[in-house]
């Protein structure tokens, strides 16, 4: 029955069992080829042996499983594995009825080869069974299910979707799309007739009208299915409710949709960093952002640091790191280079994310695009963050300096005080953004200080002004206030600082200084006395008014003279060695009087002190001269001296007069013993008897008295020459020599011890002879009678010469009898101790001593009696 | 007492002064004690007999005039100045006070002689007179204070019956006490006790 197939071999016993099986056998070779098909077989297919072998038992596949079936046939003879597939045959009556189509290999022995036993298997029943279990299932599955045919009949809907539509089979197989949303309708059945015609899978959402009449979203999927309950392919479809899910899809869609617009519109994006992974998960929009390049791995951190600009990037990337260790909020802001060299600005900030252990889960942030906004601010922006940088520096630099600063706005408001100002003020910074009307400013100044300041912030040029502030225990204290403006890069005003400082100490010095200067000043101007002060050289410097008005020179005339220019020339070379000794510190001041030729050609008489006043570190030495004018003075003393001259006169004869009075006494005493020695003698002579001896005795006295009182009166007429006043130098030593001669045949000079010692070496003055021989005898014949009474003790009389300073001789006269009781007193005209005396004696002397431009005058010595001291001047030149 | 030798002061401090009144005196028979100072003079024990002092009026140690204002209240013999001045006005000044004489340098002896016995009958008659006085004061020490009483109303002449009503007492009384009076005042009559009751400068009674 069988024949070898194409030079194939088969059994004869295998074809036996073969033929016997009920069974569709067929025998393939290792490449698929039947060689051997049962006689069954091709009874069912009613195909000969020799169409059927090879290939062409393919034939009776059904012409949609075909390509399955051989795929599936090939894929099996190359695993050289047992497999199982579904196939519809035709039988030979041209249905089709599924089968089960079962390969499996096994070992010729014979040939040795690898053959295949195919066994197709009837399996209607069971797939009509499996159908109608398929159905049961199907029903009880709570979804839409519907079983189209291959060509999109509807066969089958479950329970459900008949439910959920309101229809039954049939109504639904009249109209399969009633219940269809018009809407998606057209979609719906492009999609199905591509999918009916490809066969390939259908997923189709749409919305379907429910009994109740309500659209809901419902999810379809179709799959072609073979169904062996034919061998037909069907379509499955399930279909499920999304309406919620979907609703809420949509929902989130949009807001999806909204949130990417959002990102888009704002310029951020999200992103999301798994520490775990090391995985970041961006946004669209960062990615647009940062211009990611599609062959970039923007999965990983690294990428989008590369992205940060190389100056940015240490920055940024040491802050995520210490966030991401210290898992705390991240932000940084940032350039970003892009592919094509564009530079944007970039702020991130990231939230950390953890769990309950506080492990780091996610960091999820967001990235946002400031590039204009930092375009337009960047250099302000920098500059005001290195402002607000520096500012924080400054507050810092300005909380510790020992000085009172506050920073204002640039128009003027008070924004930061430091620390010792607060301190200082004991107010706050809101009491003291005030100080305009508060009274940390002194009332007085704040006018002032309120004007200066507002044209100062006006104008933007720096302002100083002094003030006092209140200390916080209400004293007022003077600063000195600097105000200056801060200035950007451009140049523009940003604020003001104020810088106070502490100079209330220095100020009342000053004032005290002022008001002292002031003082003085005013002593100079207003002096009655006339006060010129000149360099060393003796050049004007300063003169006031008294003095100006004295030489009649202005002030700025006098400064081209030096004051010897001024002074009469017979007075300069005396006061050149005054000024000279003066400046060389031999002596602390002079006093001179001499000439000055004023202005207008006329001469005055000044008597000038003069002082060198010492220089110091700021002033060279000058010396000053208070000069105030004698020269009525000095007509007045002319007048006196010619006054005194002629009392002199008046005197010499007052003196005679008293002369007159003393010489009678001087001469009277001897007189009337001589007359009395007389009448003794007579009667001793015309006594009975005589007595001779007593009257010779009292002869002999006659003639002893008589010759005192010729004595006396020839001392007198000697001391009584009449001449004129006539100077010359004189020997003082001489003079005293001639007096004392004259006194000792005094009677009073009796007992008395004479102590007498003359420097030698004085020099003589310029003297009338006869006015100093009175002079001494003057004095000495007041000591001596000074001494007439003194009992108890030695008399003692002392002369003494000296030389006193440069230019004066001394002559002291020094005893020690009764005293005066004031030796002023003694001096007036008038005054005496003396009965019958005219008391002009002493007066006399010291007229005489004022005419020789000498002193007189008389002390008490600390024992007994008094002392009278001569002065005389050594002078050469007669003065006028 | 009248026979008494007088002694003459002389008290000038000019030597020769001195010797030649010395002499002068003496040749007039005089007692002389001559002194050089006031002071001198002052401390000298001078003898109980009738004086006179010469006394130059320019002394050293005090003036002439001082010393007589000085000696006035003691008893000093009288004074006659002599002086080598003689200014008018210390004249009459000295005169005044009670000087005897003033005389200047040089002067004759008649003159100084005549007014030295001037002044030692001056003196004697003073002299007298106070040793009277002396004698009386002694009596009228012995009166009782009640007769002293008494005799104020009797040298006033009141009668006895008077003074006894004044004073509250019996005219008999009064009759004793100036019998006592009388006796111890030794005066002889009424009138004498009024001149003792004078000179020793007793007041009288007033009158009403």
């Not at chain 1, 025998?27 to 049962?38: R, W």
């Not at chain 2, 008659?125 to 009782?144: I, W």
Request: proline residues 5%; aromatic residues 8%.
């Amino acid at each position: 029955m069988i024949a070898s197939v194409a030079g194939y071999p088969v059994d004869d016993h295998v074809r036996a069992v073969l033929d016997a099986m009920p069974t569709l056998v067929w025998v393939a070779d290792a490449d698929g080829a039947a060689i051997y098909l049962s006689r069954r077989w091709l009874e069912y297919t009613g195909l000969s042996a020799h169409d059927a072998s090879g290939d062409g038992w393919t034939s009776a596949v059904h012409h949609d499983d075909i390509d399955r079936v051989t795929d599936y046939w090939r894929a099996v003879l190359a695993s050289r594995e047992p497999g199982e597939v579904n196939v519809r045959l035709r039988r030979f009556d041209g249905q089709y009825r599924p089968f089960l189509f079962c390969a499996a290999p096994f070992h010729h022995v014979s040939s040795g080869q690898a053959r295949w036993c195919v066994t197709n298997i009837d399996i209607d029943h069971l797939l009509r069974s499996s159908g109608r279990q398929v159905h049961a299932i199907v029903d009880n599955i709570p979804a839409l299910i519907a079983i189209h045919s291959r060509s999109g009949e509807l066969e089958y809907s479950s329970r459900a979707a008949q439910e959920s539509r309101g229809q039954d089979l049939d109504e639904m197989k009249q109209s399969p799309f009633n219940t269809v949303h018009p809407d998606d309708l057209p979609a719906l059945i492009d999609t199905q007739q591509r999918s009916f015609t490809t066969g390939e899978p259908l997923e189709f959402e749409l919305r379907l009208r429910r009994a109740d009449g309500v659209y809901r979203w419902c999810h379809m999927r179709s799959v072609l299915v073979s169904d062996d309950y034919d061998g037909a392919a069907r379509w499955y479809t399930v279909g499920t409710d999304i309406h919620d899910r979907k609703t809420a899809e949509d929902a989130l869609r949009r807001s999806e949709t909204f949130l990417l617009e959002v990102q888009r519109l704002s310029r951020t994006g999200g992103w999301r960093f798994d520490p775990a992974t090391g995985v970041v998960e961006s946004s669209p929009e960062i990615q647009r952002a940062y211009a990611v390049q599609p062959d970039e791995d923007f999965a990983h951190p690294p990428f989008w640091f590369d992205r940060i600009h190389p100056d940015d990037r240490p920055r940024v990337q040491a802050l995520f790191e210490q966030c991401l260790h210290a898992k705390t909020e991240y932000r940084a802001g940032y350039r970003i280079v892009l592919p094509d060299g564009g530079i944007r600005y970039q702020y991130a900030t990231g939230h950390p994310v953890t769990n309950d252990a506080g492990h780091l889960v996610e960091f999820i942030g967001a990235s946002m695009d400031m590039t204009e906004h930092w375009l337009a601010t960047t250099e302000r922006g920098f500059a005001e963050e290195a402002l607000r940088e520096s500012e924080r520096k400054s507050r810092l630099v300005v909380d510790s300096i020992p000085g009172l600063v506050a920073l204002l706005t640039a128009d003027g408001k008070v924004e930061f005080v430091n620390r010792q100002i607060l301190e200082y003020t004991g107010r706050t910074l809101e009491e003291l953004k005030r100080w305009g009307t508060g009274d940390t400013v002194h009332a007085e100044d704040r006018p002032r200080i309120t004007k200066v300041f507002t044209q100062s912030i006006a104008s933007g040029s720096p302002y100083e002004i002094e003030e006092r502030l209140r200390r916080s225990d209400g004293v007022y204290r003077w600063f000195q206030n600097n105000g200056f403006p801060l200035r950007d890069t451009s140049g523009d005003i940003v604020g003001w600082c104020v810088l106070l400082t502490d100079i209330d100490d220095r100020k009342r010095a000053e004032e005290a200084l002022y008001r002292s200067e002031e003082r003085w000043r005013a002593v100079f101007e207003n002096s009655a006395i006339g006060v010129a002060l000149t360099d060393p050289s003796g050049r004007f410097l300063a003169t006031n008014s008294a003095f100006q008005k004295m030489l009649g020179y202005t002030d700025e005339e006098l400064r081209a003279f030096t004051f010897l220019e001024l002074t009469q020339e017979a007075y300069r070379e005396w006061n050149s060695q005054l000024v000279t000794e003066l400046l060389g510190g031999q002596r602390r001041q002079f006093q001179i009087e001499k000439q000055y030729r004023r202005k207008d050609g006329a001469f005055i008489w000044v008597s000038n002190n003069v002082s060198l006043v010492p220089g110091t570190t700021s002033m060279p030495r000058f010396l000053m001269a208070l000069s105030e004018d004698i020269t009525k003075r000095k007509h007045a003393e002319a007048t006196l001296r010619r006054t005194q001259a002629e009392l002199a006169q008046v005197a010499r004869a007052a003196s005679l007069g008293e002369m007159t009075a003393s010489i009678a006494h001087e001469v009277n005493q001897p007189l009337a013993a001589v007359v009395t020695n007389g009448h003794a003698c007579l009667r001793w002579l015309s006594a009975s008897p005589p007595n001779l001896p007593k009257a010779a005795g009292a002869a002999q006295r006659i003639v002893k008295d008589g010759k005192d009182a010729g004595e006396v009166v020839r001392r007198v007429r000697a001391l009584f020459k009449r001449s004129p006043v006539e100077k010359v130098q004189l020997d003082l030593g001489e003079v005293i020599g001639e007096v004392l001669r004259l006194v000792d045949s005094y009677p009073a000079r009796q007992h008395v011890v004479l102590d007498v010692v003359l420097d030698p070496d004085l020099p003589s003055v310029f003297a009338d002879r006869i006015q100093l021989q009175q002079l001494m005898l003057n004095l000495m014949v007041n000591a001596l009678e000074a001494l007439e009474p003194v009992t108890g003790r030695v008399k003692q009389l002392s002369v003494r010469s000296t030389r006193a300073e440069l230019h004066h001789a001394v002559i002291q006269i020094s005893d020690n009898g009764i005293g005066l009781d004031d030796p002023r007193v003694a001096f007036e005209p008038f005054v005496t101790t003396k009965p019958e005396g005219m008391g002009l004696g002493l007066a006399i002397c010291r007229s005489i001593v004022a005419a020789h431009r000498g002193s007189l005058s008389a002390e008490r010595n600390a024992g007994f009696g008094t002392t009278f001291t001569v002065t005389l001047p050594i002078q050469t030149v007669e003065t006028a | 007492m009248t026979t008494e030798r007088p002694v003459v002061f002389v008290v000038d401090d000019d030597a020769r002064v001195r010797a030649a009144l010395s002499s002068l005196l003496a040749s007039a028979g005089l007692d002389v004690a001559v002194f050089a100072s006031a002071t001198a003079f002052l401390n000298a024990e001078k003898p109980d007999a009738p004086a006179c002092l010469v006394l130059d009026l320019e002394l050293p140690d005090i003036h002439g005039l001082d010393l007589q204002k000085e000696l006035a209240e003691r008893h000093a013999p009288p004074i006659v100045f002599i002086t080598g001045h003689g200014d008018v006005p210390s004249s009459v000044r000295a005169m005044k006070a009670g000087a005897v004489e003033f005389l200047s340098k040089p002067f004759g002896d008649e003159e100084l002689l005549r007014a030295i016995d001037a002044a030692v009958a001056l003196d004697r008659a003073e002299r007298l007179r106070r040793s009277e006085r002396m004698a009386l004061e002694d009596r009228y020490e012995r009166l009782t204070p009640r007769e002293r009483e008494v005799l104020t109303f009797v040298v006033a002449g009141f009668a006895n019956k008077e003074t006894a009503a004044d004073l509250g007492t019996s005219e008999i009384t009064i009759g004793v006490h100036r019998g006592q009076i009388m006796r111890k005042m030794g005066a002889r009559s009424l009138a004498e006790l009024i001149r003792f009751s004078d000179k020793l400068g007793i007041r009288p009674h007033d009158r009403v």
